[in-house]
């Protein structure tokens, strides 16, 4: 047991969307039920708990989706999450739904940098993009929202989207690679239900203000020059 809880930040779960998909049971007692122990175990009216949520809780069909839009998750992924944000509502806590986190990119830029470095082709998926933030970001919300006390949905996206497509194009013009290295395939079918069109949030003046959040290409190139 631990004593004295001011704010409980829930960040454990499966986030994986095909291992979600595919191990729906362990993925459930997981990032269901963990919640619910959580919640059951450590959270009261004097407390906060903070829940990152996620932009697959909505069909990603339009972009800068709005905080009250209907949520419809394609995948089983989006559906655990938006039986959390139920659970967490019900409790009176915060939700910070968020974009896609650089840093969580990297096994993807360390394959395709590794790839190119060999001289062999990458394969970026066409028509998905994603919207990237980065973990100061992720600080800046929560030390907001800690300080604020805050309660209900917050969003944290970029201002913008990038595709997988730029992505990879940025990444042959760091590393002085020749573009016809980048051969762009679609989605396969069995893999469509895991990414969305579009994956930006609508997000409030006041979180702008406080995490001052930067266009996807300039996230990314910071994150490059590390």
């Known amino acids: 047991s631990i004593p004295n809880i001011d704010t409980i930040i829930f960040c454990a779960g499966i986030t994986n969307i095909v291992n979600c998909q595919r191990k729906k049971n362990l993925s459930n007692k997981i990032n269901i039920n963990g919640l619910k122990k959580v919640l059951k175990k450590y959270k009261n009216k004097k407390n906060q708990i903070i829940y990152f949520s996620s932009t697959c809780v909505f069909d990603g069909k339009k972009p800068f989706q709005k905080i009250k839009d209907i949520r419809k998750p394609l995948n ?45 082709n990458i394969f970026p998926y066409t028509g998905v993009n994603t919207s990237l933030i980065s973990l100061k970001n992720i600080v800046e919300i929560i030390k907001y929202s ?81």
Do not use: M
Not at 161 to 168: P, V
Not at 213 to 223: A, H, I, Q, R, T
């Open 76 to 120: 089983h992924y989006g559906y655990q999450k938006k039986v959390c944000e139920d659970l967490i509502l019900n409790n009176k806590g915060l939700i910070i739904r968020a974009a896609k986190l650089v840093e969580t990119s990297s096994s993807l830029i360390k394959k395709w940098k590794k790839d190119l470095k060999q001289g062999k």
């Open 146 to 226: 800690i300080d604020k006390k805050k309660s209900g949905i917050l969003h944290l996206s970029a201002p913008d989207e990038i595709s997988y497509l730029d992505i990879a194009k940025i990444l042959t013009i760091k590393l002085k690679i020749k573009i016809n290295k980048i051969i762009p395939i679609t989605v396969p079918k069995k893999l469509k239900k895991n990414f969305s069109k579009f994956c930006s949030l609508d997000v409030t003046d006041q979180v702008k203000k406080i995490t001052k959040l930067k266009n996807s290409n300039k996230v990314l190139k910071e994150y490059l020059l590390k």
